[in-house]
């Protein structure tokens, strides 16, 4: 029997237990492709493997099964080989149309965190953070006076651009970063799962106007957007912290495998930070970058959950202790201090879908008042107030 995968990238099989063979289309437009073949009804593909930034809108079109409803699925979702925060954070009207967890990786890569170099460290008496994670005292105010007195006009022009020494490298998102790693969601689900703007909460707005008050001020990092001569940014944006240009780089873990790996100086990855010490947990943002698995509503549910769920088990085994051991453990991270971290970053997933969604222009509009050097959130947001309410009760009406 030969059942089909549509995926950017090949999935991990499970063929000789089940006697079935696994065959993948590996296309760049998953979602127009999948769209294509529900609608007509095919049933050509079993499983769909896609970024969620793409695939979003096809659960909108109601053509995608809801795996609490899905045989076999549904009865392993509260097991440790589903990402439990994806559920919890992303479940509208209590169905779930999309799942992440170990028998992908990109979810993982994805994730946000911070590097820094210790070489900077040993040089400025600045002791490693790890130790402040374990404490709890990892927080926004710790971050910000680890930073401190770092920065440098090493070539004497007078000005503060690439080619000198700064204590922060950021990017325009940074706000965001900062607002999510505080626990607090631009869109939160209530009790009835239906999702709600919560971005304008006492705490949120207390820990949005921090954030840009931080990000605003003249000097005070670096942003990889200001990068000249490069002809791809994030990449070159990797290159200057491997240069010991930054003591501080916030990124994600797919920075760590893709482009450190030949740096010199060793550097340690922690995760974002605390808003304060009263917080209880970390939190590490996911983007809308991040693969996600989803099933045909008009596809063999018995025979796609059953798969998908032995996939998804059988990863827990091998792909994940692979991923931890040759992927980072081995070849990229060079302590035991920066291992463990992985658990705290993995283990404490944000997904907000006002930002991954962008409902409303809500990741927009933080963005463009880091921009704008402009932390006037207040009226930023009673602007752009109404049209978030209306975009937000037609992304509700779609899944109503």
Aim: hydrophobic residues 40%; aromatic residues 12%.
């Amino acid at each position: 029997m030969i059942r089909t995968v549509i995926c950017p990238t090949g999935p991990t099989a499970v063929e000789e237990r089940y006697n079935i063979k696994v065959k993948e289309i590996g296309k760049p437009n998953v979602a127009e492709l999948a769209r294509k073949s529900i609608l007509a009804g095919d049933n050509k593909f079993d499983l769909i493997i896609d970024y969620l930034a793409d695939i979003n809108p096809l659960a909108n079109q109601k053509l995608f099964a809801d795996l609490y409803e899905t045989p076999y699925i549904k009865e392993g979702l509260n097991n440790k080989w589903w990402d439990q925060a994806f559920k919890r954070d992303l479940s509208i009207n209590n169905k779930l149309y999309f799942g992440a967890g170990h028998l992908i990786l990109r979810d993982k890569l994805r994730v946000s965190c911070i590097f820094f170099n210790k070489g900077m460290c040993q040089t400025f008496d600045i002791d490693y953070p790890y130790k402040y994670v374990y404490d709890g005292t990892w927080t926004l105010d710790k971050f910000i006076e680890m930073s401190k007195g770092i920065n440098a006009d090493l070539n004497g022009d007078g000005v503060m651009d690439q080619n000198d020494r700064w204590g922060v490298m950021a990017d325009h998102s940074f706000a965001t970063y900062i607002f999510e790693a505080a626990g607090e969601k631009m869109i939160r689900l209530n009790k009835d799962g239906v999702p709600e703007i919560t971005m304008n909460n006492p705490r949120a707005v207390e820990v949005i106007q921090k954030a840009l008050e931080f990000c605003t001020t003249p000097e005070a990092m670096f942003f990889a957007e200001n990068i000249k001569g490069a002809a791809n940014i994030w990449y070159r944006a990797n290159e200057l912290f491997a240069e010991d240009r930054f003591l501080l780089r916030m990124g994600i873990i797919e920075h760590v495998v893709r482009d450190l790996r030949p740096m010199e100086t060793d550097f340690g990855l922690v995760p974002m930070f605390k808003y304060d010490e009263k917080q209880e947990n970390y939190y590490s943002r996911a983007d809308s970058w991040v693969y996600v698995v989803s099933i045909p509503h008009n596809a063999d549910l018995e025979f796609s959950g059953l798969i998908t769920e032995a996939l998804a088990y059988e990863s827990g085994s091998t792909l994940m202790p692979a991923f931890y051991d040759i992927c980072l453990t081995s070849k990229h991270l060079r302590d035991n201090e920066s291992e463990g971290m992985l658990d705290i970053i993995f283990n404490n997933t944000s997904y907000d879908m006002g930002y991954l969604y962008n409902i409303g222009n809500q990741y927009e509009m933080l963005n463009n008042l880091i921009k704008k050097r402009s932390a006037d959130f207040s009226s930023a947001f009673e602007k752009a107030q109404g049209t978030m309410e209306k975009a937000l009760q037609k992304f509700i009406d779609g899944y109503n």
